[in-house]
C-alpha cells in the first residue's frame, strides 16, 4: 500500500520551518562573536549560511521534483551513486540523525521546561519520563494521520515563527539597544571555519521537505515552493534575530555567551524577559522534535518497500494511512536513547557523517544530470552547476576542518557507517533468498 498524497504546501512549510529552527539559534552568535572579534563578519557568516542552505534547497528542488518519492536523500543517493550508499544514509539517520536529534530536542525542551517546573531535572528520572511522555504524544498524533499530525506542526511553527518574529520587532522598537553596537569589536581567538560550522548547525534541517516528498500533492511544484519558501523565510529570522542581539549587546558582550538569546532579552527588556525567551526556546525545540518525528520515518518506509529494512515497515496504516510501524520504531529507539544519555555523544558523532551525506546528495544532482539526462525535470536549479558545486565544496571544507580539529567523533562517525556495510549485504543475500524461493 502505498502513502496518499495529502500533503500540501503550508504542512510542508512548517515542517521545513519547524526542523530547521531549534535551539541553534539561541546558543551559536555567542560563540561568533568570541570567533570573529567583528559584527559585520558575524552578520556575513549568517548570510554565506543562508546562501548555502538555499543552494542546497534549489539542488533538492530539482532531484525531489524529478523524483517525488518518500525518503528524501536516501532515494537521491540510491539514484546518484546505487542502492549501498543510499543504504547507507538511512542507516545513520535511523540510529543517529533523526533518532539522536529528537532524543536532544525533548531534552532540550524538558531543560527549558525546567524555568516554569523546577521539579523536572533532565538528567533524573523527572525529566526523562517528561521528555518520554513529550516524544510518545508525537508519536501518537503523528500516528494518527497526516492531518492531524500536520495541523499540530503547522499550529507549532506559527506559534514560534511569531513568537521570534514579535521578540525582534520588540526588541527595536521597545528594547533598550543602541546601533552603537554595530561599531563595536573585540579580539579575535577562533576562525571563520568554526564560526561557519556553527551557522551551518543551526541552518540544519533545510532538506525536511524532500521526505514527505510522496505524499506531497503536485509535487513537481510543491517540493521546489516548500524548501525554498521555509530556507528563505528562516533566513530571514535568523539575521533578524542576529541584528537584534548586536542591538542588545556589543560584540565583547557578547563573546562565549552560550545563552546569548536569554542574555541579549534582558538587556533589552530587563530581567522578566527570561521567562519568554524560556518559552520561546522550549516551543522551538516542540516544534523541531514533532517535525523530526514526522519526517524520519518516511526514510524507513522507503527503504523497506526496497527491501533493504525489514519488509514489515513498508506496512501503512489501512485507516489512518501512516508508516505507522516505522514511526513507531523510529519512537522506541530514540526512547532508548533517552534513558541511556548517550544521545549527546551520537550527536558529535554524527555531525561529520550527516555533512558528508548531505554533500553528496546535493552532488548528486551532477551525477544525475550526466547518468540521467532524459529524466524529465520540471524544475532546474540555476546557476548550474555553480549552485551545488559551491555547497559540494563549502561542505568538503568544513568536513575536512572538522576531521583534522576532532578526528576522535570523526572516526567514530565513519565507524557508525561502517557498520552498516555488513547488515547492508546481509539483508540484500536474504532479499534474493527470499527471491528465488517465491
Wanted: charge should be positive; charged fraction near 10%; aromatic fraction near 12%.
Amino acid at each position: 500500500m502505498s502513502l496518499a498524497r495529502q500533503i500540501g504546501v503550508p504542512t510542508a512549510v512548517a515542517v521545513v520551518i519547524g526542523n530547521m529552527i531549534g535551539s541553534g539559534i539561541f546558543g551559536t552568535s555567542g560563540f561568533m562573536a568570541r570567533d570573529l572579534g567583528n559584527p559585520g563578519m558575524l552578520l556575513a557568516l549568517w548570510v554565506v549560511g543562508g546562501a548555502l542552505a538555499l543552494a542546497g534547497a534549489l539542488s533538492y528542488s530539482e532531484m525531489g521534483a524529478a523524483m517525488p518519492e518518500a525518503g528524501g536523500e536516501y532515494v537521491y543517493l540510491r539514484e546518484a551513486y546505487g542502492p549501498l550508499i543510499g543504504y547507507l544514509s538511512g542507516w545513520t539517520s535511523f540510529f543517529i540523525g533523526f533518532s539522536g536529534a529528537i532524543a536532544s530536542a525533548v531534552i532540550l525542551f524538558v531543560s527549558y521546561l525546567r524555568h516554569f517546573f523546577p521539579v523536572l531535572d533532565p538528567s533524573a528520572a523527572s525529566g526523562k519520563a517528561a521528555a518520554l511522555i513529550t516524544l510518545w504524544l508525537f508519536t501518537a498524533i503523528h500516528c494518527a494521520g497526516v492531518r492531524p499530525g500536520g495541523l499540530v506542526q503547522r499550529l507549532l511553527t506559527a506559534g514560534k515563527v511569531v513568537a521570534i518574529g514579535g521578540l525582534v520587532l520588540a526588541g527595536f522598537f521597545l528594547g533598550k539597544g543602541s546601533t552603537t553596537n554595530f561599531q563595536s569589536s573585540g579580539p579575535s581567538e577562533g576562525s571563520a571555519a568554526v564560526s561557519l560550522i556553527f551557522v551551518m548547525f543551526a541552518y540544519s534541517g533545510w532538506n525536511a521537505a524532500g521526505y514527505l516528498a510522496g505524499e506531497m500533492r503536485d509535487p513537481q511544484r510543491s517540493v521546489p515552493r516548500s524548501l525554498l519558501a521555509g530556507t528563505l523565510a528562516v533566513t530571514v529570522l535568523y539575521l533578524g534575530v542576529n541584528v537584534m542581539y548586536m542591538y542588545a549587546l556589543p560584540i565583547p558582550e557578547m563573546s562565549g555567551v552560550i545563552a546569548i538569546g536569554e542574555k541579549a532579552s534582558v538587556a533589552l527588556f530587563g530581567a522578566g524577559a527570561t521567562h519568554v525567551v524560556s518559552a520561546i526556546l522550549a516551543l522551538s525545540v516542540l516544534a523541531s522534535a514533532s517535525a523530526m518525528v514526522l519526517a524520519g520515518p518516511r526514510v524507513y518506509w522507503a527503504m523497506a518497500m526496497d527491501g533493504v529494512f525489514p519488509r514489515s515497515l513498508a506496512a501503512v496504516h489501512p485507516v489512518y494511512g501512516t508508516p505507522l510501524r516505522a514511526i513507531v520504531l523510529q519512537s522506541a529507539w530514540t526512547s532508548v536513547l533517552i534513558v541511556s544519555g548517550t544521545f549527546e555523544q551520537l550527536l558529535v558523532y554524527a555531525g561529520f557523517i550527516l555533512t558528508v551525506f548531505l554533500a553528496l546528495a546535493v552532488g548528486g544532482l551532477i551525477v544525475l544530470r550526466i547518468r540521467q539526462p532524459n529524466l524529465p525535470r520540471p524544475f532546474r536549479v540555476p546557476m548550474y552547476p555553480w549552485l551545488p558545486a559551491a555547497y559540494v565544496a563549502f561542505s568538503a571544507w568544513i568536513a575536512i576542518f572538522t576531521l583534522r580539529g576532532r578526528p576522535k567523533e570523526s572516526l567514530y562517525g565513519l565507524l557508525t557507517v561502517a557498520l552498516g556495510i555488513p547488515f547492508y549485504f546481509l539483508r540484500s543475500r536474504n532479499e534474493e533468498r527470499g527471491t528465488r524461493n517465491e
